[in-house]
């Protein structure tokens, strides 16, 4: 699914994303595995997945809050540049885990505004 999205060219349907989406929420799936499909959705630019990977993020179900899941889910809205999630990457940038630090910070600078506009006015 994912080489022949990128090597041939071609768009994803929404058939795909459903079964994408399917996979990814399947409660038998280690966590591991879950942000592994994540990190591939994500560098795939499957920009269908782009809602339920911010619900996710916000979702406190516990499944979403593993750390290289939420890593990979931090990381997805850096990859989208989904800044509608800037406010609930915030909440991750003094997280336990260095991972979901790093990801949560590396979003923040991308997607912050206020932030782009102070680094620019900053280098002007």
């Known amino acids: 699914l994912f080489y022949r999205f990128r090597r041939d060219n071609k768009s994803h349907t929404e058939d795909e994303a459903a ?10 799936l280690a966590s591991k595995s879950r942000a592994q499909l994540i990190q591939c959705v994500s560098e795939s630019n499957y920009y269908l997945m782009i809602k339920p ?3 996710w993020l916000e ?3 516990d499944r979403w809050k593993e750390s290289e ?3 990979a889910l931090i990381d ?4 989208f540049l989904n800044s509608e999630s800037t406010e609930s ?3 991750y940038l003094d997280y336990p885990d260095k991972k979901v630090r790093k ?4 979003a923040h600078l991308v997607l912050d505004q206020d932030q782009q506009f102070t680094f620019e006015k900053a280098i002007a």
């Open 103 to 106: 990801a949560a910070l590396e």
């Open 89 to 91: 990457i915030k909440k």
């Open 53 to 55: 990977l911010q619900n």
């Open 69 to 71: 899941v939420l890593a």
């Open 19 to 28: 079964f994408l989406e399917k996979l990814i929420t399947d409660e038998n």
């Open 59 to 61: 979702s406190s179900a």
């Open 76 to 79: 997805a809205q850096r990859i």
